[in-house]
């Protein structure tokens, strides 16, 4: 390769990374700025030892191609990058697979940038907590993921957190899960260590601030958090109110634990918010508010249309997969403030 091209691909990949900042500065939409982040290392890392070459043929039309649907931009670049990783056979460095499962996942090929971000993992000499967080964030962000796909998940970011214990982003994560086996005192040491990076900014770092107050108060008066109890503090924090019933001739033990979730409507399985109320009395009415939330967004008022579900489960589990009844229904949360769920009814709508 000619000190010409390395040069066009260094070149390349800082032009698009200055286009780069400036959608980070402005409003563009997630997966714009993303597929920027992602063609940018793709042009500098890959562009400079596989991508380009020793050519620029066609790059400005893949540019111009990206400017109109970005989505289809990263494919194409993804398909060339892993035609040019596939060459490499075992040669191939694991920031290439690290490239490729970002470029995957810009196009919206979630199956896609798992397997590429599982690939990068198996080359890797030694546990790279980047890429571990990566491959888990990519299974968990999977709609049609299987309860083995979301134990590899857990496996992932248990082992980012051994290798380097400190990573705020595998500190997320572990929260996450672990809110969502209901084990909130487990998360509180996690999301400890989230507010002490700078991981996250402005609302979602608050968002995070309120759950770890609300986690330490619930601790303090000696009852588990997110019990589901009603109260006007919840409703004043502008959440949504859920009352689950059970169908007729539907008769659960006392045992057990009802799931409550909000996911965005079409989006990723990982739910926004969640809620675990242990040994449930039907009908039960709770709300979950942005103090629920599992990860940073938007406030849950805000979304154009939600998933709210509901889910009794007799292992207590939230990752055993469905052994219960469960219900969920599509609501434009800024109209509807409040939502029935019937457990059993056969008009429910399956929860996804």
């Not at 595998?170 to 700078?198: C, K, M, Q, T, Y």
């Amino acid at each position: 390769m000619t000190a010409t091209a390395l040069l066009a691909g260094l070149g390349l990949g800082a032009l698009v990374l200055a286009i780069t900042l400036a959608h980070l500065r402005g409003s563009a939409g997630g997966r714009r700025t993303i597929a920027a982040l992602v063609v940018g290392g793709i042009c500098t890392v890959a562009g400079a030892g596989m991508y380009l070459a020793g050519s620029n043929i066609g790059t400005a039309e893949r540019l111009a191609l990206y400017e109109r649907d970005p989505a289809a931009a990263m494919a194409g670049f993804a398909d060339d990058l892993e035609s040019r990783l596939a060459d490499s056979g075992d040669d191939a460095e694991p920031q290439g697979y690290f490239l490729l499962g970002r470029a995957r996942g810009a196009a919206g090929d979630t199956a896609g940038a798992i397997a590429a971000y599982a690939r990068a993992n198996a080359l890797s000499d030694e546990a790279d907590p980047d890429l571990l967080v990566a491959e888990a964030e990519a299974r968990l962000g999977d709609r049609n993921a299987d309860p083995r796909s979301r134990f590899a998940a857990r496996q992932r970011i248990e082992q980012a957190l051994a290798t380097a214990p400190e990573h705020p982003a595998a500190n997320f994560f572990a929260a996450a899960l672990a809110i969502g086996r209901g084990e909130e005192a487990d998360a509180l040491p996690h999301l400890r260590i989230v507010l002490d990076s700078d991981l996250l900014q402005g609302e979602a770092r608050e968002g995070v601030r309120r759950r770890v107050a609300q986690i330490e108060a619930s601790l303090d008066d000696g009852a588990p958090a997110g019990t589901g109890a009603d109260s006007a503090a919840a409703a004043e924090q502008g959440g949504i109110a859920v009352t689950v019933t059970l169908a007729d001739g539907v008769s659960l033990p006392d045992t057990g634990t009802l799931f409550l979730f909000v996911r965005e409507a079409d989006g990723p399985p990982m739910p926004l918010a969640a809620k675990r109320i242990d040994a449930p009395r039907f009908p039960v009415a709770a709300h979950i508010t942005d103090a629920d939330r599992l990860r940073p967004g938007a406030d849950l008022r805000t979304y154009d249309q939600l998933l709210i579900g509901a889910r009794w489960s007799a292992s207590g589990d939230a990752l055993a997969g469905r052994d219960g009844p469960e219900a969920s229904v599509r609501v434009a949360p800024g109209e509807n403030a409040a939502v029935s769920l019937t457990l059993g009814s056969r008009d429910a709508e399956p929860g996804k």
